[in-house]
């Protein structure tokens, strides 16, 4: 492998992992069952935080084995390979498992709780990689397309994390109906709960955008450093040839 990935790459993929078992097996997972702001930080890590740092751990040297399998199945996914979909689909994720029968179905029912997880870690495995993938032409994002892309996301999830702050009485039967935890009632709970993924859905959007902004300097820097070389082995190419000549 002429780039190996480093341990910088091995923090971001171990910390993916982590944060997959923190969301999912630590006590993340069986308080969200009665307190909704809980719930919702398990949202929150499958739905970016897990993809992110699981996207930013690869590098192309460790894609290069299966980047042309790739190449094949998104000409073959079509219009699913597409950003909008990739935006379809996060925002559908989010609203769908947030209807009030959706949700408490999802807590009445294990196998639809995790059906629930599953949704989420693949809409934001598919919106994240549109943007994070380390083969850049795959992507199809950059500069005001990516800005787009996530100002139009973000503020569609945000808007549901306002609506739950702003709901006159608490949306969800289930945790009405449970008990309450820290001295919260179901409607101070879910005010909590939109309050941090609204806040969250900014934190995320803001930082994306710098971590973008300075990749396409980044980027922009390499790609002159490179015609710079080319340029340079060029001239050197031609006064080799000048010289040699009878």
């Known amino acids: 492998m002429p780039h190996p990935p480093g341990f910088g790459r091995l923090a971001l993929f171990a910390g993916s992992m982590l944060t997959l078992v923190a969301a999912l097996l630590s006590p993340?997972?069986?308080i969200s069952d009665n307190v909704m702001f809980m719930h919702m930080v398990q949202h929150v890590l499958l739905l970016d935080i897990?993809?992110?740092l699981f996207i930013l751990s690869l590098t192309k040297g460790l894609l290069r084995p299966v980047t042309r399998r790739l190449?094949?199945?998104?000409?073959?996914?079509g219009p699913l390979a597409h950003p909008v979909f990739a935006v379809a689909a996060y925002i559908g994720f989010m609203g769908l498992w947030h209807i009030p029968r959706m949700y408490d179905?999802?807590?009445e029912h294990e196998?639809?709780?995790y059906l629930e997880h599953v949704c989420f870690v693949i809409g934001g495995s598919l919106y994240w990689w549109h943007l994070l993938s380390p083969i850049r032409a795959r992507q199809g994002l950059s500069g005001m397309g990516a800005i787009v892309y996530m100002a139009v996301t973000k503020f569609f999830v945000g808007m549901l994390g306002i609506i739950l702050v702003f709901a006159p009485h608490a949306i969800y039967p289930w945790y009405e109906h449970h008990p309450h935890y820290w001295g919260l009632t179901a409607h101070a709970d879910q005010s909590l709960a939109g309050s941090m993924m609204a806040l969250e859905q900014s934190l995320i959007m803001a930082t994306a955008l710098v971590y973008i902004i300075f990749r396409m300097f980044n980027d922009s820097e390499r790609e002159a450093q490179r015609r710079e070389r080319y340029?340079?082995?060029w001239a050197r190419y031609r006064e080799q040839l000048a010289q040699h000549r009878p």
């Open 105 to 107: 179905l999802a807590l």
């Open 28 to 30: 993340v997972d069986s």
């Open 71 to 77: 190449t094949r199945i998104e000409e073959q996914a």
């Open 111 to 113: 196998w639809v709780h």
């Open 50 to 52: 897990v993809p992110i």
């Open 231 to 233: 340029d340079d082995a």
